[in-house]
T-cell receptor, first 113, second 113 residues
Framework: RKEVEQDPGPFNVPEGATVAFNCTYS??????FFWYRQDCRKEPKLLMS???SGNEDGRFTAQLNRASQYISLLIRDSKLSDSATYLC??????????????FGQGTTLQVKP | GAGVSQSPSNKVTEKGKDVELRCDPI?????LYWYRQSLGQGLEFLIY????????KSGLPSDRFSAERTGGSVSTLTIQRTQQEDSAVYLC???????????FGPGTRLTVL
């Protein structure tokens, strides 16, 4: 079983739609959680950190459920520019506490006009 | 300010040759990470540096892979006797502390013929 699992999609949605991505992680000792965005042939860029209390940044809302080991990302009012791959990322706390990131496979979003 | 830089951006080499990939982290960032992303795959962790030491080398796929960091800044990832399966994008990231946001460089696309 992969340490971080995501539905790879693709999700094809019209502009203005609301879309939700889900992610599960297996290491209950994980400390930090993120959503990164990766455009085609580009490096990943941090979209937002995810907190247990939930956090919102404009059209983006992220939620963490530690009990279920589940992370979500909600995008409201999708724009064409939101088309990208969204990576669910967990900071895996190993014995050396290195802060290395464990990435999901990514969920591809295509927003159509 | 300057972000993470990597060189070369592209490298094509013949099977069996050695290659060196360079990463210049954000000034002042003590934590440095190497990841690789193979075609159609997620990102996988290779090695972590804190200052000049590498407390976590658990992701290096074989002893043909090594990395060093000098002066707490620039890091080089060396792949000896390259194989075709080494073809991937090698990404470097840095952060101010090991559990903080990681900023990625643009990557080096390595192709082994």
């Amino acid at each position: 079983r992969k340490e971080v699992e995501q539905d790879p999609g693709p999700f094809n949605v019209p502009e203005g739609a609301t879309v939700a991505f889900n992610c599960t992680y297996s290491n209950s000792a994980s400390q930090s959680f993120f959503w990164y965005r990766q455009d085609c042939r580009k490096e990943p860029k941090l979209l937002m950190s995810v907190y247990s209390s939930g956090n919102e940044d404009g059209r983006f809302t992220a939620q963490l459920n530690r009990a279920s080991q589940y992370i979500s990302l909600l995008i409201r009012d999708s724009k064409l520019s939101d088309s990208a791959t969204y990576l669910c990322v967990v900071n895996s706390r190993g014995s050396s506490n290195t802060g290395k990131l464990i990435f999901g496979q990514g969920t591809t979003l295509q927003v159509k006009p | 300010g300057a972000g993470v830089s990597q060189s070369p951006s592209n490298k094509v080499t013949e099977k069996g040759k050695d290659v060196e990939l360079r990463c210049d982290p954000i000034s002042g960032h003590t934590a440095l990470y190497w990841y690789r992303q193979s075609l159609g795959q997620g990102l996988e962790f290779l090695i972590y540096f804190q200052g000049n030491s590498a407390p976590d080398k658990s992701g290096l796929p074989s002893d043909r892979f090594s990395a060093e960091r000098t002066g707490g800044s620039v890091s080089t990832l060396t792949i000896q006797r390259t194989q075709q399966e080494d073809s991937a994008v090698y990404l470097c990231a840095s952060s101010s502390l090991q559990l903080y946001e990681q900023f990625f460089g643009p990557g080096t696309r390595l192709t082994v013929l």
